[in-house]
């Protein structure tokens, strides 16, 4: 399978962050290896990607942040942990439903089954 990049994932990456989030929070670097192993090694995210559309989706009210308790276990210095919120978790189901109807009027075009 060809690594998908750039282009491809371009108006997509919201949704995918916001899937990412959907289970728990979790900072930034957990987030691109959620996407990567969710992606089978697939989809290559780089950081320089990844947090402007963190700070933009913040900005939005999709997702909140803070930073990591201190008491917290860790290796480095303190994160910033993200989660989602009720109005990300809103984008992310109408993200879905644009997603199911994207694939299938696209399939439809190129012949593919759906």
């Not at 192993?37 to 009210?61: H, N």
């Not at 480095?76 to 989602?84: A, F, K, M, N, Q």
Request: no cysteine; net charge positive; aromatic share 6%.
């Amino acid at each position: 399978m060809e690594p998908i990049t750039g282009d491809a994932l371009r108006g997509h990456l919201d949704t995918m962050v916001l899937a990412a989030l959907e289970a728990e929070p979790a900072h930034g670097f957990e987030i691109l290896r959620r996407l990567t192993a969710a992606g089978s090694g697939a989809l290559r995210l780089k950081e320089g990607s990844l947090y402007p559309a963190l700070y933009r989706m913040e900005d939005a009210g999709l997702i909140a942040s803070a930073w990591e308790d201190e008491s917290a276990p860790r290796r480095g210095p303190r994160r910033r942990v993200y989660r989602l919120t009720v109005r990300g978790g809103k984008r992310l189901a109408a993200g879905r439903v644009e997603w199911r109807q994207f694939v299938h009027v696209v399939g439809t075009i190129l012949g593919a089954p759906a």
